[in-house]
């Protein structure tokens, strides 16, 4: 990276460091409630190291074999890193050691896969389930009412530990959309709060990217996942003239 890349980099995350800030204020939250795990799908272990030395404490990967590729780089060496994207269970063995936290356990089949191999590890494993909360066909992710017996299911496992929960909505044409969404699954959030399961804790809400993490903020949301405002437009972002 040069001196101007390095500094842009900078600028980007205390931006969104401020703007976290903000949110939270607004929602009566204090900034360090709110976790910045920064998305660094398609960024390489040095723009990764340098965004860890820039103040990032926590890495998000989205595709296994780029997060061990990463990680042999010790590119994520001093921060804590966690998997946010969609997991297959042929990978899940991949994962297990060295991610604290799965966000994205959409089905009780993965978490089960999950806590098979953990156990094979002596590990406990920390997860998010991912919740479809806009029921769209093309994504993964469980139900509002496939949840209660996923948890029921799940947390008997020794070897998981059920954290919170994690949802992507729908693409909309205006960020304003996504709130009916954000405001759902706080609901849903506070619900299986009531409800008191063994072996689970609602720690986490993950909810919000580079276009609404304010809102999901000012929804509930106490863990955002922050990818282009960190690091800049992705490659296939870029659209050619």
Do not use: W
Request: aromatic share 4%; net charge negative.
């Amino acid at each position: 990276m040069t001196v101007q890349e390095s500094r842009e980099l900078k600028d980007r995350i205390a931006a969104v460091q401020e703007r976290i800030a903000q949110a939270a204020q607004r929602a009566g939250k204090k900034p360090e409630d709110i976790i910045l795990v920064a998305a660094s799908k398609m960024n390489d272990a040095e723009r990764v190291r340098a965004a860890i030395g820039a103040g990032i404490k926590v890495c998000g990967e989205n595709r296994v074999q780029e997060l061990l590729e990463k990680y042999e780089q010790h590119a994520y060496d001093g921060a804590d890193l966690q998997f946010i994207g969609t997991l297959q269970t042929n990978k899940v063995k991949y994962l297990i050691g060295k991610v604290s936290l799965i966000q994205s356990v959409g089905s009780v089949h993965l978490g089960e896969a999950i806590a098979k191999e953990a156990a094979k590890h002596g590990i406990c494993q920390d997860i998010l389930l991912e919740v479809n909360i806009g029921r769209e066909a093309a994504k993964s992710g469980l139900l509002i009412e496939e949840l209660d017996e996923a948890i029921s299911r799940l947390s008997e496992k020794k070897s998981l530990h059920i954290r919170g929960l994690m949802a992507i909505p729908p693409i909309a044409d205006e960020i304003s959309k996504n709130s009916s969404y954000f405001h759902e699954m706080q609901q849903v959030f506070v619900d299986i709060l009531t409800k008191k399961y063994d072996n689970v804790n609602m720690d986490y809400l993950s909810m919000g990217m580079t276009n609404d993490f304010e809102m999901a903020i000012e929804c509930g949301a106490n863990m955002v996942r922050i990818g282009t405002a960190i690091f800049g437009a992705r490659p296939y972002q870029i659209v050619s003239p």
